[in-house]
């Protein structure tokens, strides 16, 4: 299966404007009916839990991980252990709340010890991701890391030059009905700016860029 195939299975893609309560209630049905006892990889088989994504159902901003690790597959959600403290200070340092956005993953379930998911695996999962995208309509995607930016852009362009400026999503190859465009930011991954702190430089600049695009003023350095 190629990202640009469609499962036949599926449910078709929201195409509707819909209100907070109404997007809520059709991301739930989309995890109680699709993902929450997904067998269509192999990642099915050490999992505890799809980790679908949790925050606001109709955000302007989302941030999509690469995939959960043994925090998230235990608790059922996004970016909970070291990463995602990381992540929730750096959306607390752009003023907002993980309540104002919504997180999630292209892949809903963990990676045994936590590999990066194969491509195929990313393949498999991803239409449930876009789907979830049609629902949600953000203004603006921040992709954490390389596996999220060259899936979400359809590119093996490495991240290091993929970060730094915006990216129109879809791409035309994965332009669906119910995917509206929303600019895409790339940016290094929470997990690897633990290990390479001399880097969180470079993805503040990322997330400024996206504060600025969303009219958010920049706060002063304490
Ligand atoms: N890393 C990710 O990419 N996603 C999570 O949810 C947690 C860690």
Request: hydrophobic share 35%.
């Amino acid at each position: 299966m190629s990202l640009l195939m469609e499962p036949p299975d599926l449910p078709p893609y929201c195409e509707e404007d819909l209100s907070p309560a109404e997007a809520a209630r059709q991301l739930a049905q989309l995890n109680a009916e699709c993902v929450k006892d997904c067998k269509r990889c192999e990642l099915c088989q050490n999992r505890i839990q799809p980790v679908f994504g949790e925050g606001n159902p109709r955000p302007k901003l989302v941030f999509v991980g690469e995939g959960p690790g043994a925090d998230e597959d235990q608790q059922g959600v996004p970016f909970v252990g070291r990463s995602g403290q990381l992540l929730t200070k750096m959306i607390a340092a752009m003023t907002l709340t993980r309540e104002q956005v919504y997180i999630c993953n292209i892949v809903k379930c963990r990676p045994p010890g936590n590999r990066t998911p194969t491509d195929r695996e990313m393949e498999t999962c991803s239409p449930y991701l876009f789907r979830q995208l049609a629902i949600l309509r953000p203004k603006v995607i921040v992709a954490l890391g390389r596996p999220a930016s060259q899936t979400l852009l359809v590119t093996k362009t490495p991240i290091g030059r993929l970060r730094g400026q915006f990216h129109d999503f879809p791409p035309p190859e994965l332009a669906r009905p119910g995917l509206i465009p929303a600019k895409l930011m790339p940016t290094f991954h929470p997990a690897y700016l633990l290990r390479s702190p001399g880097e969180k430089g470079p993805a503040w600049e990322d997330l400024k860029l996206v504060m600025r695009f969303m009219g958010i003023p920049i706060p002063a350095r304490r």
